[in-house]
Nanobody, 124 residues
C-alpha cells in the first residue's frame, strides 16, 4: 500500500514557475513508477509526466515537453514536477500517482495509487 500527498500548487501568472512535490509512504518507493496527471474543470484527467523507479527514464506529454521536468529523490520518497513557462491552459488539479510495474505508462487506469491533488492556477 502506498499513500501519496502532493503539495506546492498555487496561483501564478503566465510565464511563471511552480514546483510540485509528492511524498510517498511505504518502504519500497524505488520500486514504483511515478506519474503526474492533471484534470481541468469539465475535462478528463490527462497524463503529464512519468519517471521510472530509478529515475533513469522519463516521459512527457507533448503539451508540456520542454517546460515541465519530473524528478525523484528515492531517499526522501519524493517525486517532483517543476513547472516552468506556465500558461493559462496549464490550470488544473495536479495528481501524483504510483504504478508498481517497471514500465512507464501514460494510461491513468494503470496507476493503482493516487494522491488527493493540488490546484495550479495560471492567470493571464
Amino acid at each position: 500500500q502506498v499513500q501519496l500527498v502532493e503539495s506546492g500548487g498555487g496561483l501564478v501568472q503566465a510565464g511563471g514557475s511552480l514546483r510540485l512535490s509528492c511524498v510517498a509512504s511505504g518502504r519500497t518507493f524505488s520500486d514504483y513508477t511515478m506519474g503526474w496527471f492533471r484534470q481541468a474543470p469539465g475535462k478528463e484527467r490527462e497524463f503529464v509526466a512519468a519517471i521510472s523507479g530509478s529515475g533513469s527514464r522519463t516521459q512527457y506529454a507533448d503539451s508540456v515537453k520542454g517546460r515541465f521536468t519530473i524528478s525523484r529523490d528515492n531517499a526522501k520518497k519524493t517525486v517532483y514536477l517543476q513547472l516552468n513557462s506556465l500558461k493559462p491552459e496549464d490550470t488544473a488539479v495536479y495528481y501524483c500517482a504510483a504504478d508498481r510495474r517497471s514500465t512507464i505508462s501514460t494510461i491513468r487506469q494503470e496507476y493503482a495509487y493516487w494522491g488527493q491533488g493540488t490546484q495550479v492556477t495560471v492567470s493571464s
